[in-house]
């Protein structure tokens, strides 16, 4: 019995519309069967596994076994990402330090039920230490069963990560590169060499393309990227949406802690755009939430005219502030844990930044009112609602609502501004709490 302990869960690597790349390991050498739309693939003996499956179907749920020994040790869905239609991301960046406030995110996280998952770096406190890992991130994002209150995030869908200033600490972030098969980092080099050929990459998701880039300090720590790099592969991009993914911030807002603008970065990126335009920009590093208007060298401009920066650094690591007096390219700006929930459908992008669900509430469905003592919540709040069990009846996870009649304790919501209370059927069952939402947004391209 004792090959069958896994000592880390199947996670995907990297999925598409007809492909899902899957990765497991063992404590011992061994070798295991991957079972999935009605196929098995066999794994050489060894402790880290990896299959791709190909010639699957669309926006379709697989469910798969791991079985060693003809014994099944680990059982998931995993999906394939839609080719038309609505496609659902979130992104969020500085998490692992194993705390409460990662909890929280984490469990927002599964609630939003994404296509794929962003991370905008810094994955492991304080050094990227190898033996941060699985207490910090596969353990709170996996599905490892020993965890029962961890998502299922990482069996079911693909993350995709860059590399920052923490991250590097250990061997140059070799520790990343040992955890994370990314693609195209590799080229066609012999695996057993988990050193990357290089650290940039791109993710093409229907009509989306992710330009994931590493970001370099010099010995002064000035920030840099690739700009060659960028530019040639924005350049062959036929993407309707590029979006680029880094750790330092082109654009900040500075409160208590936290970095400032990254003048050499902006003014690289600057000169990129001005040849092989983007549209939107999401980075960690400093541990808040802010989005920019769309600006160029330092002003804001009008939509289109220039790209837009979200800093999202609160997956879980302490707070910085945010500046009280806003810089001028700002648009929004909340110290406070989140993550952000991003839909593209066609030219149309909905973003929401959303923060830890907390408040505990109490639903009273024969008034269609929810009960929370001190709630602090005030009328045309937007909220999201969690559960540890079954959400109310007609409340949906994923939307956003306006909270209304507020008197006292109780609170109605909507789903339109100043609008009537909402007709929800049940109570629901469990813990139910309710979040702030930081910041709603939309964009065309």
């Known amino acids: ?155 079911k869908v693909a993350w995709y990560h860059v590399l920052s200033a923490h991250d590097y600490q250990t061997d140059g972030g070799l520790p990343h590169w040992e955890n994370f098969d990314h693609p195209g980092v590799y080229g066609t080099k012999n695996r057993d060499d988990l050193t990357p050929l290089r650290r940039e990459y791109t993710v093409r998701m229907q009509n989306v393309e992710f330009f994931m880039l590493d970001v370099y300090r010099s010995g002064d720590g000035t920030a840099q990227v690739d700009s060659p790099w960028l530019t040639a592969a924005l350049a062959a991009s036929t993407a309707q949406w ?17 970095h400032g603008s990254e003048l050499l970065l902006r003014s690289q990126l600057e000169a990129v755009y001005a040849v092989q335009p983007w549209d939107l920009s999401f980075n960690g590093y400093n541990h808040h939430y802010m989005r920019s208007k769309p600006v160029l060298a330092g002003t804001p401009v009008a939509p289109g005219a220039g790209p837009v920066y979200i800093t999202t650094g609160g997956g879980g690591q302490a707070l910085y502030g945010v500046n009280p007096a806003p810089e001028a390219y700002v648009e929004v700006a909340a110290s406070d844990w989140h993550l952000c929930y991003i839909r593209i459908n066609g030219a149309t992008l909905s973003g929401e930044a959303t923060g830890r669900a907390t408040i505990a509430v109490a639903p009273e469905f024969n008034d269609d009112k929810f009960t929370a003592a001190g709630h602090g919540l005030l009328q045309n709040d937007r909220i999201t609602f969690n559960a540890s069990g079954v959400l109310p009846s007609g409340i949906v996870g994923t939307t956003a609502y306006y909270v209304v009649n507020v008197l006292g304790d109780t609170f109605q919501v909507s789903l339109t501004q100043d609008g009537g209370g909402f007709d929800f059927g049940s109570n629901g069952s469990g813990l139910i709490r309710v979040g702030k939402v930081l910041d709603l947004f939309t964009m065309t391209t």
């Open 1 to 155: 019995m004792s090959n069958r302990v896994l000592t880390r869960n199947p996670y995907l690597t990297h999925a598409t519309s007809t492909s899902i790349s899957f990765r497991w390991h063992t404590r011992d050498l061994t070798s295991c069967t991957l079972t999935i739309a009605s196929e098995k693939f066999y794994t050489e003996p060894g402790h880290i596994h990896r299959q791709t499956v190909y010639g699957l179907t669309p926006v379709t749920n697989y469910p798969y076994t791991i079985t060693i020994d003809d014994t099944v040790v680990f059982s998931a869905t995993a999906r394939t990402i839609q080719v038309t239609g609505e496609l659902r991301f979130c992104v969020l960046g500085d998490t692992g330090v194993g705390s409460s406030q990662q909890r929280d995110i984490a469990r927002q996280l599964d609630l939003k039920d994404p296509h794929f998952v962003i991370h905008t770096g810094d994955v492991i406190y304080p050094t990227g230490q190898r033996e941060g890992y699985d207490p910090f991130y596969f353990n709170i994002y996996g599905a490892n069963s020993i965890h029962s209150t961890s998502p299922r995030g990482l069996s």
């Open 242 to 258: 590029k979006i680029l993914v880094m750790d330092a911030p082109p654009y900040a807002t500075v409160g208590a802690s936290a």
